[in-house]
C-alpha cells in the first residue's frame, strides 16, 4: 500500500479512476467545503471513509502538511515505453534523465500535464520515485498522466526513435534555441538531472540539442522551470499547427542528427 495526502492529490485520484483505494482519513477538526467535496466523491466511488483526530493523520502521513486528507491506495502500475506510443498523433512524450529531487518531479508532472503531454518516461534508478511528496508537489496532476518506468532509458529512447518520434534533449550547450525548433511532429523532450544535466550516453542518443537563451546574470533555470518553458512552447506550436520561421526549419534540415 502507498500514501497519498493532500485535498488536490487525494481528489484528483478520485476524479481520474487511476488508483485502487483502500480508504480514506479525514481529520476530525476539519469542516468545510473542500472536505465535503472530497467525502462526496468518496461515496461516489464506493471507497471507504474514516475520520480520525489529526495527530493520526500527521503519523499516517508522515506530515503535517496532509490538509485534514490521507488516502492509502494500491501501489501504481507503470506502463512500458511502448505503451506512450499508443493514441493520435503527432505524440508529444516527456523524458526524466535522473531527475532526483521529488518537487522538481512533481512540478515538472504538473507542467506535462498541462501542457497536454501523451505520457512521461523514466528511469527506475537515479531518479526521484513517484512518491507522496511528489505527487503533492503535482498538485494531484501525476494521478491524470500516463507513466512508464524504464530500467534503460537510452534503450527507451532508441525505441521511441525507431517508432518515428524525434528525441530532443534539452541543454545549455545546445546549438538552437528551443522556441526555432519544430515540435508539431512527435517529439521526445529530454530533460536531464539537476546541476549535471544530461548524461553523456543520453545527449549522444538526442537527434537535437536545445537551449534556453539567458538574458540576465544567471547561467541556467531550475529544471522544473526549464521544463515548464520548452513544453508549454511545444503545446503552444501544436496548438497554433504552424512551424517556427521559415529561417529558422531551414536550418534546423541542415543540421544532423546527434547518435542518429
Known amino acids: 500500500m502507498e500514501i497519498l495526502y493532500g485535498l488536490h492529490p487525494v481528489e484528483e485520484a478520485l476524479r481520474s479512476g487511476s488508483r485502487r483505494f483502500d480508504h480514506v482519513c479525514l481529520a476530525r477538526e476539519r469542516h468545510d467545503d473542500r472536505l465535503a467535496q472530497v467525502a462526496a466523491l468518496c461515496r461516489a466511488n464506493g471507497v471507504r471513509l474514516r475520520t480520525e483526530p489529526r495527530e493520526a493523520l500527521t503519523r499516517l502521513a508522515r506530515t503535517p502538511a496532509h490538509q485534514g486528507v490521507v488516502a492509502v491506495v494500491r501501489e501504481r502500475e507503470f506502463l512500458d515505453a511502448e505503451d506512450l506510443l499508443e493514441g493520435p498523433e503527432p505524440r508529444l512524450v516527456l523524458a526524466l534523465d535522473s531527475v532526483e529531487d521529488p518537487q522538481n518531479l512533481g512540478a515538472l508532472l504538473r507542467s506535462a500535464e498541462a501542457a497536454g503531454v ?32 524504464v530500467v534503460n532509458i537510452v534503450r527507451a529512447l532508441e525505441l521511441l526513435k525507431e517508432r518515428g518520434l524525434w528525441v530532443v534533449g534539452l541543454d545549455e550547450r545546445g546549438a538552437q534555441d528551443y522556441d526555432q525548433y519544430d515540435f508539431t511532429s512527435g517529439a521526445v523532450i529530454v530533460l536531464g538531472r539537476e546541476g549535471d544535466g544530461l548524461h553523456d550516453l543520453v545527449r549522444r542518443t538526442c537527434d537535437h540539442l536545445l537551449r534556453i537563451p539567458m538574458s540576465g546574470q544567471v547561467a541556467s533555470l531550475n529544471v522544473s522551470a526549464a521544463g515548464a518553458v520548452v513544453l508549454f512552447e511545444a503545446a503552444r506550436q501544436r496548438r497554433a499547427g504552424r512551424q517556427p520561421q521559415r529561417a529558422a526549419i531551414s536550418a534546423k534540415k541542415q543540421q544532423k542528427g546527434l547518435g542518429s
Open 118 to 149: 501523451d505520457g512521461v518516461l523514466f528511469a527506475e534508478r537515479r531518479s526521484a520515485p513517484l512518491s507522496a511528496v511528489a505527487i503533492k508537489a503535482s498538485a494531484g496532476a501525476a494521478e491524470h498522466l500516463r507513466l512508464a518506468r
